[in-house]
């Protein structure tokens, strides 16, 4: 069986090169030679242009740009070369020639006269090959246009997105590769992502990078921390933390808010974190004081007057909906929450977890705070939501409380219904959809099946304050669903498994076989869900293989996962079924040990 995935070729190495002052040679002067004049500019590299016949054989776009100062056009013909005029070699070795005597060193060269130019001519490809070759021999990667076999390295379709409000462009960009197999087709899957991206997604990138900056702005913090950096940070921003200090060091603060970074960039709406102003981050980051308190709207019918300021009507009373939205895909909210989320929401208090695309149902001019459950905060968070809700009901809003999956189903909806209730107000709790059924199910995944699981469980893979949680013991009939256990799975599986000591001890029962099945759902129903199913064994290196994770994330664990899996096998509780357990795995995983399954049932996009 293979343990990792078996390279095929064919694929690009995709880099975000950053050329800030190399040199940059286009040999031709057409439209094409324009548009990757202006990429490598863009990119504030030094730009060298060779056209034959000179500025007069350049496009409009060239000669404009020679013009202004912005890069070098030089007359092809006019370089010395070893060859003569009508040598077929000549431009080659004048070229080479040109990059042998220059004072600093060219770094990339595209070739973009073997399509026809502005003056009609075409290179042919033995001279561009040619060209190439020498390229080659000093070290320097080589562009030709429309000869994909010749191409060292190629230009995607892109995209770069402008901050809304100022008009000015931002950091972030998208490509789109199809490596030589269509550029036409390129371009329009190109402007389909773009199309399907909210239109202040770049302002939300400028937002997060200055939140980022805040966050490691600290005197005595080490910037050098691979903690403090984007690419030694955890693959998962729910990696396990201790609860937070209030004698932190600078350190510690520095390394604690930027995972809260790490958080509000993956769960925050692209649309919150394009108006987070400098404010917002701060107050973000110190998790010193509650949310901001929400003024007290003028009540219909009330009279104040002016000597004594009395109210002589009483001020309408508020009240609180405890709502969960289910999974995250917005169809599978239920008419209950729907109507609570566009009927009556006068202030919206959501999780973290809840996402982008339910939050969208939600009226524009309802307000919506996002709670700031981040690693090692999460207790502070939820007192500070709960105040908030007394504090909006007390002033007469509808607050609703907004929960993924259901409320009641480790959703802190208790603790709440207690708090409201201390406080006055006995807050209508609205059930969810349960990521517990709906997330396994979207996996093909039942929790219950005749011949496979006679019952299913539920528990948590973290209990209060980050203490460990006893987990139950392996029953062949059972299957098991953990809910926030992704982030321990190395203490979930030692749990699982071992035969004795202190792991054994944290679970109720035998352990469980190494080659049990078991999938991680991560982001159950949304379109980019992904489900790695493999054993106990091997699931650890499973995910490791699959780079970053996507939270949230589920665990299920149990013999049902393999058996509506293509022809299905219900056969597993017969008398005798493990004897066949072996063969079974090697019809669910084949010659593999784990697989990986990407997006949703093409059936999902017209819902």
Same mark, same amino acid.
């Given at each position: 069986?293979?343990?990792f995935?078996?390279?095929?070729?064919?694929?690009?190495?995709?880099?975000?090169?950053?050329?800030?002052?190399?040199?940059?040679?286009?040999?031709?002067?057409?439209?094409?030679a324009?548009?990757?004049?202006?990429?490598? !500019?863009?990119?504030?590299? *030094?730009v060298?242009?060779?056209?034959?016949?000179?500025?007069?054989?350049?496009?409009?776009?060239?000669?404009?740009?020679?013009?202004?100062g912005q890069?070098?056009?030089?007359?092809?013909d *006019?370089?010395?070369?070893?060859?003569?005029?009508?040598?077929?070699?000549?431009?080659?070795?004048?070229?080479? /020639?040109?990059?042998?005597?220059?004072?600093?060193?060219?770094?990339?060269?595209?070739?973009?006269?073997?399509?026809? /130019?502005?003056?009609?001519?075409?290179?042919?490809?033995?001279?561009?090959?040619?060209?190439r &070759?020498?390229?080659?021999?000093?070290?320097?990667?080589?562009?030709?246009?429309?000869?994909?076999?010749l191409?060292?390295?190629?230009?995607?379709?892109?995209?770069?997105?402008?901050? @809304?409000?100022?008009?000015?462009?931002?950091?972030? &960009?998208?490509?789109?590769?199809?490596n030589?197999?269509?550029?036409?087709?390129?371009?329009?899957?190109?402007r389909?992502?773009?199309? /399907?991206?909210?239109?202040?997604?770049?302002?939300? =990138?400028?937002?997060?990078?200055k939140?980022?900056e805040?966050?490691?702005?600290s005197?005595?913090? +080490?910037?050098?921390?691979?903690?403090?950096?984007?690419?030694g940070?955890?693959?998962? %921003?729910?990696?396990?933390?201790?609860?937070r200090k209030?004698?932190?060091?600078?350190?510690?603060?520095?390394?604690r808010?930027?995972k809260w970074?790490?958080?509000?960039?993956?769960?925050?709406?692209?649309? @919150?974190?394009?108006?987070?102003?400098?404010?917002?981050?701060?107050?973000?980051?110190?998790?010193?004081?509650?949310?901001?308190?929400?003024?007290?709207? %003028?009540?219909? #019918?009330e009279?104040?007057?002016?000597v004594h300021?009395?109210?002589?009507?009483?001020?309408?009373r508020?009240?609180?909906?405890?709502? #969960? *939205?289910g999974?995250?895909?917005?169809?599978?909210?239920?008419?209950?929450?729907?109507?609570?989320l566009?009927?009556? $929401?006068q202030?919206?208090?959501?999780d973290? !977890?809840?996402?982008?695309?339910v939050?969208?149902?939600?009226?524009?001019?309802?307000?919506?705070?996002?709670?700031?459950?981040?690693?090692?905060n999460a +207790? #502070? $968070? &939820?007192?500070?939501?709960?105040?908030?809700?007394?504090?909006?009901?007390?002033?007469?809003?509808?607050?609703?409380?907004?929960? @993924?999956?259901?409320?009641? =189903?480790?959703?802190?909806?208790?603790?709440?219904? !207690?708090?409201?209730?201390?406080?006055?107000?006995?807050?209508?709790?609205?059930?969810?959809?349960?990521?517990?059924?709906?997330?396994?199910?979207?996996?093909?995944?039942?929790?219950?099946?005749?011949?496979?699981?006679?019952?299913?469980?539920v528990?948590?893979?973290?209990?209060?304050?980050?203490?460990?949680?006893?987990?139950?013991?392996y029953?062949? *009939?059972?299957?098991?669903?953990?809910?926030?256990?992704?982030?321990?799975?190395?203490?979930?599986?030692?749990?699982? @498994?071992?035969?004795?000591?202190?792991?054994a001890?944290?679970?109720n029962?035998?352990?469980?076989?190494?080659?049990t099945?078991?999938a !991680?759902?991560e982001?159950?129903?949304?379109?980019? &869900?992904?489900?790695i199913?493999?054993?106990l064994?091997?699931?650890?290196?499973?995910?490791?293989?699959?780079?970053?994770?996507? %939270?949230?994330?589920?665990?299920?664990?149990?013999?049902?996962?393999? /058996?509506?899996w293509?022809?299905?096998?219900?056969?597993i509780?017969?008398?005798?079924?493990?004897?066949? +357990?072996?063969?079974?795995?090697?019809?669910?995983?084949?010659?593999?040990?784990?697989?990986?399954?990407?997006?949703?049932e093409?059936?999902?996009?017209?819902?």
């Open positions: 069986m293979h343990a995935p078996t390279p095929v070729g064919g694929a690009s190495l995709i880099l975000a090169f950053r050329p800030v002052q190399k040199v940059f040679l286009i040999v031709g002067g057409n439209t094409l324009a548009s990757r004049a202006f990429a490598a !500019l863009d990119a504030e590299a *030094s060298i242009v060779l056209v034959k016949g000179g500025i007069e054989a350049a496009c409009e776009e060239l000669r404009w740009r020679a013009e202004q890069l070098t056009l030089l007359d092809l *006019s370089l010395p070369s070893t060859a003569g005029l009508e040598d077929s070699w000549r431009d080659a070795k004048a070229i080479d /020639s040109f990059i042998y005597t220059r004072p600093t060193r060219v770094h990339l060269v595209c070739i973009t006269d073997t399509i026809v /130019s502005t003056n009609g001519f075409r290179r042919t490809r033995d001279s561009a090959e040619y060209i &070759q020498l390229c080659g021999h000093r070290g320097i990667s080589t562009n030709v246009a429309d000869m994909p076999d191409c060292d390295f190629t230009f995607m379709s892109t995209q770069r997105f402008a901050d @809304q409000e100022t008009g000015k462009p931002s950091p972030l &960009q998208v490509g789109v590769t199809t030589g197999h269509g550029c036409r087709l390129a371009g329009r899957i190109r389909d992502i773009v199309a /399907s991206l909210p239109k202040d997604i770049g302002a939300a =990138v400028e937002k997060v990078g939140f980022r805040l966050s490691k702005a005197e005595d913090a +080490d910037a050098e921390d691979e903690e403090l950096n984007e690419d940070a955890p693959v998962t %921003p729910n990696a396990p933390v201790p609860q209030g004698d932190e060091s600078a350190v510690e603060r520095a390394r808010r930027m970074v790490a958080q509000v960039s993956e769960y925050w709406p692209i649309r @919150q974190l394009a108006r987070l102003t400098e404010e917002d981050m701060t107050g973000v980051l110190d998790g010193r004081g509650g949310l901001r308190s929400t003024p007290s709207p %003028p009540t219909e #019918g009279i104040v007057t002016p300021s009395l109210t002589i009507s009483p001020p309408k508020g009240r609180i909906f405890l709502v #969960g *939205s999974p995250g895909h917005p169809s599978l909210l239920t008419v209950a929450t729907h109507a609570a566009t009927k009556h $929401a202030l919206v208090l959501s973290k !977890l809840v996402p982008a695309a939050l969208a149902v939600i009226p524009p001019g309802v307000e919506v705070r996002i709670a700031r459950k981040f690693p090692g +207790d #502070g $968070a &939820q007192n500070e939501l709960m105040e908030a809700a007394v504090e909006a009901a007390q002033h007469g809003l509808t607050v609703v409380r907004l929960k @993924q999956g259901d409320p009641t =189903v480790y959703g802190r909806a208790g603790e709440e219904v !207690l708090y409201f209730r201390a406080h006055g107000f006995e807050p209508v709790v609205v059930p969810g959809v349960s990521s517990v059924l709906a997330g396994p199910t979207f996996a093909g995944i039942p929790v219950t099946q005749r011949g496979a699981a006679e019952s299913f469980i528990c948590t893979g973290v209990g209060r304050q980050g203490k460990e949680v006893k987990l139950p013991g029953e062949r *009939s059972r299957t098991l669903v953990i809910l926030m256990g992704v982030a321990r799975l190395p203490q979930v599986l030692e749990t699982l @498994q071992c035969e004795s000591g202190e792991p001890n944290r679970r029962g035998p352990a469980y076989p190494s080659c099945p078991i !991680l759902i982001r159950a129903s949304m379109p980019d &869900q992904r489900v199913c493999s054993t064994r091997d699931i650890t290196a499973a995910l490791d293989s699959v780079g970053e994770q996507r %939270p949230p994330g589920m665990l299920v664990v149990g013999w049902s996962i393999l /058996s509506l293509e022809a299905g096998d219900v056969s509780l017969d008398d005798g079924g493990e004897t066949r +357990d072996k063969e079974r795995l090697n019809t669910w995983l084949g010659e593999k040990l784990w697989r990986v399954t990407e997006g949703l093409a059936a999902w996009e017209d819902w």
